[in-house]
């Protein structure tokens, strides 16, 4: 079994403004192969977001359990557990500001190139005022082309009374040997009851677009600029990170095991 055994990993450190947050962060994923049947992909999470009001911090980890019964397609389970703390610049009294979350879900994949279709569906649970578990559903398609330098993809996403729809364009170019990603992309969220949400019942639409140029790589390395603009009720966002990636890379599941905490 150990001549059949082998492991890929790869980790990113990143920082800079996120939708008018500071935040640093860290994320880690490691797949171990079985044979050519089974993998078992692991994830890691630690996010801190900050601005004058308060601070955010994130922790998540999550598991794949993954047959892959043929080259096209992959089957199993996947699972998580995530923390939340809120630090308020004022005190509040009775104001919560820990939560934790779990997942544990069913999942799928069909890589019949140029196409992917990717699901993922189960139940939420966590401990906030209405402490109730949750159905939720994710499912993505892709369309790749020219050697996967570019892709078309849709998206739905539904959990308690919120559903969200994606589309979005990726172009990877070369200039003087350096990739540049750009993208664009459009998201309409759709809020079915406010019961446990504080907004008005409706539909709320986002455009957004964006670049990511990675300007250095070594050996072990490679440093990315990422950038975006999103325009969301008439009002313009920017962001901006750096990005260090590290590892020799994994040929990760299409949806996260913290799809719905990050």
Known sequence: MAEDTAMTWSGQLYGGEYYKDDLTGGYGISSIYFSDDFIITGEILRERYHNRDRDYYLS??????????????????????????YSYSDFIEGLKYRYRTNTIALEGELDYDPLTLAAQAGKVAN???????????SIYLYYWG????????????????YREYTLEANR???????PISLYAGATRDKLISNVEIPAPVGQYNS????????????????????????????????????????????????????????
């Not at 020219?146 to 009374?161: D, E, G, M, P, T």
């Open 60 to 85: 998540g980890v999550g598991v794949h359990l993954l047959w892959q019964p043929s080259e096209v397609t992959m089957l199993g389970v996947a699972g998580s557990h995530s923390r939340e703390r």
């Open 127 to 137: 401990d906030d005022e209405y402490n109730i578990q949750h159905r939720f559903y």
């Open 146 to 161: 020219a050697n996967h330098l570019w892709y078309a993809s849709s998206s739905i996403r539904r959990i308690r009374n």
């Open 172 to 178: 990877t170019f070369f200039a003087d040997s350096r």
């Open 207 to 262: 455009y957004y677009m964006g670049c990511n140029l990675q300007f250095i790589t070594t050996s072990s390395s490679a440093w990315s600029l990422w950038a975006e603009a999103a325009r969301q009720s008439s009002e313009t966002i920017m962001s901006v990170e750096l990005i260090i990636s590290f590892g020799p890379g994994v040929d990760a599941p299409a949806i996260s095991t913290l799809d719905y905490v990050r």
